[in-house]
């Protein structure tokens, strides 16, 4: 498949905006720094179909008056001392390409198996280039031979998580469509600072942060990030969700506080166990599960509803791959849920004061997508799983049409996952999923052989 660029261009916010440095809080500095990519795909109508050019305006006109309400994406980030990193508003803009593909849109569809020729729909993003010079934003529209369109969106993960990401995109679509602004951001990130100055001691163990990633019997990771990844979209109806979630909490004797396991933690404890028999762990391997919770309601008083920024917190689940394996799905589960009950408003505040006691940011940043001997590592034996199973992550209209079929930005990484509502509301889910090449054969076996 051959991509090329037909055109490129800086959009800018259609009105002046505010412009001066925003500070970033330290959830937002710290972790995964690159850009995070999600692909849209879509069959216009027929009148759409014969005006290239009004959809390349549409998404460039509507682009520039979101950015108005969204201004921050439109600066750029700039190093401080102590690899700490500030948000200039200065309305530099996004960049957005304009491109065509040699291919048919079922041609590159197909089977819905993911591709590495689905990585060309999105730019490239150079960075090695200065940050301070790098957009926040990155949108590629790439016009298909049969009519199909490809609308691809790069957004840096330094500014946003998922769930403002989205927020902001389903934003942009209601203007392009017509509509008017429903819920503006909430742009003020001084809800979620450390102290000034921090407690001195956090009040909680930060392994996330301070402890070394656990490793497969090698003193470094660097020979297990250096094999070659696949990606893959596996999907659970809703019956084997539901038998997943049932075999969780038959366990009875592993759940806490009588609250029956959740779907996601009935997942993810499952995607864990496959991980560890696909990459054939023995039964001592120390292994860890990276879970993302949402901190909004969680602290005190919570996140306004449509807060803007970074707003999750990682914990990591611990234990043996021979537990794991051998003991009920329950099991698993319960260190999961066990993880994620750590995460209380005296935590996510402890988390804010260890980080910002931190003299240096560059142990806690993976700032290439690529780079996984910088920062947190989660392969092999270790792994991600993120869940999108409650954001609007569909039904995404620019004014010709919902998308088709949609290819979540997971980090390209090995073990890392991201579990997302199925595209037909009927109550299944899709696991997406980036494994070694040589253990995905043997995964994909285990996920559905074990349901």
Known sequence: MQVVSIGSCLVQPAEPTWNGPMPLTEFDQSGYLAHVRTIYFYRPSETWLTQKKTIYR?????LSRILVHFYPLAGRLRWLNGARLVLECNGKGVQL????????????????????????????????????????VFVQLTYFKCGGIALSFSISDAVVDGQSALHFVSEWANLSRGDSLRNPPFLDRKLLRAGDPP????????????????LLGESSCENESNKETVDAMMKLTKIQVEKLKNEANRTSPYIYNDRVFTR?????????RCAC?????????????????DI??????PLPRKYFGNAIVDVIATGCSGDLVTRPLGYAASRIREAINE?????????????????????????????????????????????WMTLPVYSLDFGWGKEIYMIPGTHASDGDSMILPGHDGDGSVVVALCLQADRMDDFKKFFYQDI
């Open 296 to 301: 909004r309601n969680r602290v005190q008083p």
């Open 264 to 272: 996601y933690e009935a997942i993810a404890a499952h995607i864990w």
């Open 277 to 293: 028999r696909a990459r054939g762990h023995l039964y001592e391997q120390p292994t860890g599960l990276a879970v993302c919770v």
């Open 199 to 214: 407690s001195a001691k956090p009040r909680f163990e930060h392994k996330q942060f301070d402890t070394p990633p656990l």
């Open 58 to 62: 549409t998404v460039r006109n509507s």
């Open 343 to 387: 995460v209380s408003n005296d935590f996510v505040h402890s988390s804010l004061d260890y980080l910002k006691n931190l003299k240096d940011f560059s142990g806690v940043q993976d700032i290439h997508p690529t780079n996984t001997n910088q920062g947190p590592f989660y392969g092999n034996p270790n792994l991600g799983v993120i869940s």
């Open 97 to 136: 390409i304009e491109a065509e593909v040699d291919a048919d849109l079922d041609d590159i569809l197909g089977d819905l198996t993911p591709s590495p020729d689905l990585r060309l729909l999105s730019p490239p993003i150079n960075y090695k280039y200065p940050i301070e010079e790098t957009p926040l």
